[in-house]
Structures are given as C-alpha cells and as structure tokens.
C-alpha cells in the first residue's frame, strides 16, 4: 500500500496537516475551558 | 494505489453538481452553499432582533409606561442583544467568510466541510431554543446579553434553555473558526503566501484565533452559572463565599475581544472595498495586517474598562484606562489608511463604496465616544448611560452591519452573476445613513444628560430625544425593506461581467460569475500581480 510519490499532488500531506490544525485548535479551546473553571474553582 | 483512489474520487467530485430539494441544504457541504445559509439566517435574526429593537423604542416613544410591562421589556433588551451579537453579526461574517476565503486563497472549498455543516445547522437549533424561551414560565431572560449573577439566577424556566443556547453557539463558533484557520493554513494556492492574502482573509484569520482562545472562555462562565443554579455551587454566589464581580471579570475577558471579533471582519471587507472604487492600491497595506494584530492583542488586556464602576485599584483603573486608549493608534492607523487610500483616487460611489465610506465615517464617531469612554473618571459618570448605548451601536450598527451591507453588495453580482439594482441599492444606503444617525446619535445627548440604559420608563425631560430616536428607529427598520427587495430581484438585473467592478483585486474575481459551484479545484499556479506591484 504505498504512495506512489512521482504521482502525490500533496493532498496527503494537506489533508494530515488540517486534520493536525483542527486537532491542535480544539485542545487549545478545550483547555482554555477548563483552565477557567479549575482557576475559578481554586479561587472560590 | 491511495493516489489513484483519491484521484478516481476526485474526478467523480468534479462532476457532481448540488443535491436536489432540501437535501441540497440539509447535508451542504460546499462553502458556497453554507455560506448562503449563514447569509440567509443571519438576514432571518437581523429582522427578528430589529423587530424587538422597535418593540423597545415603541415603549421609549414617549415616557410613561404605555405598550408593554416593564418585565416583557427587560426581556427585550436581552434577547435583541443575544440575537442581534450572536445570531445577526457574528454568523453574517461567518457567512461572507464561507463564501469568499476559499475563493480568495484560491482553494477548492473549506478544509472540512462536515463540520460546516454542523457549525451552521447548530446555529438555527441554538436561536430556535433561545427564542421559544419568550413563551416559558417566567419570560425570556431578562438580565441583559451580559447575564450577571445574582440578577440571571433570577430567570425562570428560561434559565437552563440559555445556558444550553449559548454553549451550542459557542460550540458553532468555536468549530467555524478552527475550520477558517485550517482552510487559511493548509488550502491555500502554492503561490499566496500569507503576506499576499488578501485583507479580509487576514482579518479573519486573526478573528478566528481571537473565537478560539475566548469562546471557551464565556462557555466556562456560564457553565458556571449553571452549577451555581442547579449543583449546589458557589462561583459567583455571595451567601456561599462567591464572588459576583468574577463573573463580570470573566465574561469581559470573553466580552471585549467579542467587541473585535464583530468588527476586524468588517475593517477587512472595506478595506477590500475602498481600493476597487478608490482605483488605487491599498494604502500600508502590511500596516493594515499588523494594525489588525495589535487591536487582536490589546483586546485582551482591556477587559476591565467595563467594570471602572466596580471598584479597582487605582493601579488597576489606570492601566485599564491606558491599555484601551492605546487600541486607538492602530484603529488610527487603519482610518488614515483608507483616507489614503482614497487620497487622489479616481473615486466612484456605487453602493459598496458608499455603505464602506459611511463606516470609516460613521465608525469613527462611534470609535471616538469609545475613547472618551476609556477616561475612567468620565466613565464613573457615563457608566450605564445611554451614552453607552449610543457608543456601541455607532459602532456596531455603522459600523458591523454596514460593513456586513457593503460587502453584500460588493460581492452580490459575484454570487448570483447579476447586478443589483444601483438606484434602489443608493436609495437603501441613503435612507439607512439618515435613520441610523437620527436613532443613535441623540442618545450621545441622553446620556449625558443623566437618561440610564435598560429602563422602559423615564423622565420628561428626555422626552424629545428619545422621540427622534424612535422615528429614526422605526425609518431604519422600514428602510431595510427596501435592502429585501433589491435582495429578492437580485437575479433580474443585467449579467454580470466575471471581474464585476472596474479592475479589481483578487482572485475571487477571475472565476465566473456566478461563481460555478465547484471552483479551484486545481490550485490556481499563477496569482494575478497585486496592484501595488502594478505600480511599482
């Protein structure tokens, strides 16, 4: 199952690259989330 | 072998065109599809929300309680806020982004789609909820968009039924913004390098960073609320050892770069639009970009100018104060930019340019009073006022929504291969400039007069301002008939030519018009010269 290179127009690599975008983006949301609920629990 | 799969797909792609019926829209997956439903619904809520702006004026018309209770009212100035934030502004640039990004970084669509349509479908559910929460035990909330403890906990039936709405637009939001960056990072055409977008893609970009990192922030505050209501909790609780004044402190820190994320979109759109009717290239046009990154940077460091009135240290109050002021020398920078841009330029003033010249004009106004805002002793006086009032819908009013105006007919003929109707489109932007400044700007007077914000009654001596702010109320509300006709016979006018106006930037203009369903498909290898180049 390998890629033939000479033929890759890098689809493959843009498509692993949005979906590591889209992962890295959505941790980033998360834990701005939960970092103000722990800051607000640590303060209350 | 995956190469040639994907490449059999692909050619099967090319060929398909949209689904038949409500399908079409139900499962869209094109940007140009989901953008014109965002369009639709943002449209939808602009009126639904006006509809509960002319409720408020109709009360305001003269003092004295006379159509509706005091409570309905609260209930107004809440829900007009909500929808007209999040339901009208917000997804309209949302709707201008799916529409325009992937045709401007020359990409064949958004990088993920589904999550498109999820982001948009989302929405209707999130507005449908909050809006049946008018008829629920207890009213719709009535504690103002900023939905302060302990005032909120007050709600009745409706108070769950918000958190839930907003969270579900928080999560649109939030998965708009990281599908808007993927696309800007990963589609683009080999040769745009991130100098080379253009300026509304920019904007957004940077929009979509700020979505990021402060949507989560205002799901936390009001998840909250909800274990403060419903789990025993005591966040922002006083009796149990809570702190009301956290919860202002954390919804600001999402509320002012909110404020920047319903305008960089809209600096993006004219600064598109001033160039093609100026004739001339963009003024500092890498001093637009890093302009739009330092008002994106401050917007965190300001939070507090919205609390002077709560009590701060000094050291506090001062820094606040200065942190906002400062936000004035990039707006500047982005104001003498597009005077400059039109400085000598063989100007014309088709619709666009008119609804774009009337926000840098209008804008300003709005962005003036904002500074006056950030003196902290003056604001001690005007805080609450409808001052405030006047402040934040010069700048939203002609300022977002224009922006929003401009673009739409910017981009219209593009869109449906027609040109709009330019007498009636003349004929809107005249009438609205006339009301929106009749409605808002003697609310300046107001306020300083000593009138307070979100209160159904008032003393006689308002009477009169308050009466010309409801006439212009009501003219900008009828005005925007005109906007739905031009809107509804879009299509009846003479074709369009691809490049649409005299000469202008981007590669959004050089695909058909209409823009065929599927465009880019192969990345474009050879971007048309940016006309400062031209001129060089």
Redesign the interface.
């Known amino acids: ?4 290179v000479s ?2 127009d890098g ?2 690599d ?1 498509k692993v ?2 979906r590591r ?2 992962l890295v ?2 941790g ?3 834990m ?3 970092a ?2 722990i800051a ?2 640590l ?2 | 072998m995956s190469t040639i799969a994907a490449e059999v797909n692909d050619h099967a792609h090319d060929d398909h065109g949209p689904a038949k019926g409500i399908k079409r829209w139900l499962f869209a997956t094109n940007h140009k599809d989901i953008g014109t439903m965002y369009l639709i619904f943002s449209f939808a809520m602009f009126l639904v929300g006006g509809l509960m702006a002319l409720v408020i004026r109709t009360e305001l018309f003269q003092p004295g309680l006379q159509f509706v209770h005091p409570e309905f009212f609260n209930q107004m100035t809440t829900m007009h806020a909500l929808i007209m934030v999040f339901g009208a502004v917000m997804p309209a640039f949302v709707g201008l982004a799916n529409w325009m990004i992937p045709m401007m970084v020359g990409a064949p669509d958004m990088a993920l789609p589904r999550m498109n349509n999820w982001s948009f479908w989302i929405l209707p559910v999130a507005f449908g909820i909050l809006i049946s929460t008018l008829w629920m035990d207890g009213g719709a909330p009535a504690s103002g968009w900023t939905m302060y403890p302990p005032l909120v906990l007050q709600t009745g039936d409706a108070f769950p039924f918000l958190i839930f709405s907003v969270h579900l637009m928080g999560i649109s939001s939030i998965m708009g913004a990281i599908n808007i960056i993927v696309t800007i990072m990963n589609m683009r055409a080999p040769s745009m390098s991130l100098l080379r977008m253009p300026i509304f893609v920019w904007t957004w970009l940077i929009t979509a960073y700020l979505l990021i990192a402060v949507m989560p922030v205002l799901a936390g505050a009001v998840t909250m609320l909800l274990t403060d209501q419903f789990f025993g909790t005591s966040f922002f609780l006083a009796a149990g050892g809570g702190d009301p004044v956290m919860f202002q402190h954390i919804f600001w820190f999402f509320g002012h770069p909110e404020v920047y994320i319903m305008i960089l979109p809209a600096f993006g759109v004219v600064s598109e639009i001033i160039p093609t009717f100026a004739r001339k290239p963009l003024f500092g046009r890498d001093s637009m970009i890093y302009a739009a990154s330092c008002i994106a940077f401050l917007s965190f460091i300001v939070w507090a100018h919205h609390m002077f009135t709560v009590g701060m240290p000094l050291s506090g109050q001062l820094f606040f104060m200065f942190a906002t002021m400062l936000i004035a020398v990039p707006t500047g920078v982005k104001v003498f930019n597009w005077v400059a841009t039109m400085w000598k330029g063989a100007m014309t003033f088709e619709t666009p340019m008119l609804f774009a010249l009337a926000f840098v004009f209008l804008f300003t106004i709005g962005g003036f009073s904002g500074l006056m805002l950030a003196i902290t002793p003056a604001d001690i006086q005007y805080h609450d006022s409808y001052f405030v009032v006047a402040h934040f819908h010069y700048v939203l009013v002609p300022g977002s929504v224009f922006a929003i105006m401009a673009g739409v007919y910017y981009w219209l003929p593009k869109w449906t291969g027609y040109m709009y109707n330019e007498s009636l489109g003349k004929l809107h932007f005249w009438l609205s400039t006339i009301f929106v400044n009749l409605t808002f700007f003697p609310m300046h007077f107001l306020g300083l007069a000593g009138m307070p914000r979100r209160i159904p009654d008032y003393s006689t001596q308002f009477a009169d301002f308050n009466m010309i702010a409801s006439v212009g109320a009501f003219g900008f509300g009828l005005s925007q008939l005109i906007l739905i006709y031009v809107l509804l016979t879009a299509k009846k006018g003479v074709p369009a030519t691809d490049a649409v106006w005299d000469n202008p930037e981007g590669l959004e203009w050089t695909v058909p018009s209409p823009a065929p369903f599927h465009t880019f498909d192969t990345p474009p290898e050879v971007l048309p010269p940016l006309k400062q180049e031209q001129h060089a």
């Open positions: 199952m390998s890629v033939d033929q890759d689809r493959e843009r690259g949005v975008t889209a983006l959505a980033v949301a998360l701005v989330y939960a103000f609920i607000s629990v303060r209350s």
